[in-house]
Nanobody
Framework: QVQLVESGGGLVQAGGSLRLSCAAS????????MGWFRQAPGKERRFVAG????????SYADSVKGRSTISRDNAKNTVYLQMNSLKPEDTAVYYC???????????????????WGQGTQVTVSS
């Protein structure tokens, strides 16, 4: 079991940057593929970015590709999402998620993730 706590959200102007962090509890963090998702009001939760267990492979949604970078520090049990050139349409609650320990592939479906954080609000003003 892993518990996830996100931080780093806030209000930012369009064109600005934010770095989200997700701290994980437990000793198994490096065995989990990690992902970031976001959910805007009235919309479904959508994949933003994912990273493999060792951090060598990453995947991004087209909507954030080139503007965001996912990374992880397994020594600190933390995964990050650096977001640049933010747009109003990036406004959403951002969630950190972990796949089960036996899963090695970065998945884009929320149903493929077993553990979730409580979310952190990101609001981008125009």
């Amino acid at each position: 079991q892993v518990q996830l706590v996100e931080s780093g959200g806030g209000l930012v102007q369009a064109g600005g940057s934010l770095r989200l962090s997700c701290a994980a509890s437990g000793r198994t963090f490096n065995y989990h593929v990690m992902g970031w998702f976001r959910q805007a009001p009235g919309k479904e939760r959508r994949f933003v970015a994912g990273i493999s267990r060792g951090g060598l492979s990453t995947s991004y949604a087209d909507s954030v590709k080139g503007r965001s970078t996912i990374s992880r520090d397994n020594a600190k049990n933390t995964v990050y999402l650096q977001m640049n050139s933010l747009k109003p349409e990036d406004t959403a609650v951002y969630y950190c998620a972990a796949r089960g320990q036996t899963r090695t592939i970065i998945a884009a479906s929320s149903s493929d993730y077993d553990y979730w954080g409580q979310g952190t609000q990101v609001t981008v003003s125009s």
